[in-house]
């Protein structure tokens, strides 16, 4: 299993970020996904998750600012992150629930 998490980089408050996660080693299409993020001297927490068949559940402090999203034929996950505040400042993780799989994690840093 490899997941291949990209698209972080450093915002100003209110921007957008799109990351992306390209997953290889295992039938993609047939399991959920999910993004979680560690923010400094904090425990990682669930951002987003996306199942097989699409339906998605998000964290409260994302919930109308964050969408997740996946392609199977492109075997990748997508997280569009708008009105970005300063506390989504984090380490962005993609994670695989059926093989407990992380990627390497992607910086999102938002200024204000």
């Known amino acids: 299993v490899q997941l291949q998490a990209s698209g972080g980089g450093s915002v100003q408050s209110g921007g957008s970020l799109r990351l992306s996660c390209a997953a290889s080693?295992?039938?993609?299409?047939?399991?959920?996904m999910a993004w979680h993020r560690q923010a400094p001297g904090k425990e990682r927490e669930l951002v987003a998750a996306i199942t097989s068949e699409g339906v998605t559940n998000y964290a409260d402090s994302v919930k109308g600012r964050f969408t997740i999203s996946r392609d199977n034929a492109r075997r990748t996950m997508y997280l569009d992150m708008n009105s970005l505040k300063p506390e989504d400042t984090a380490v962005y993780y993609c994670y695989f629930p059926g093989r407990r799989a992380w990627g390497q994690g992607t910086q999102v840093t938002v200024s204000s």
């Open positions: 080693g295992f039938f993609f299409s047939g399991y959920g």
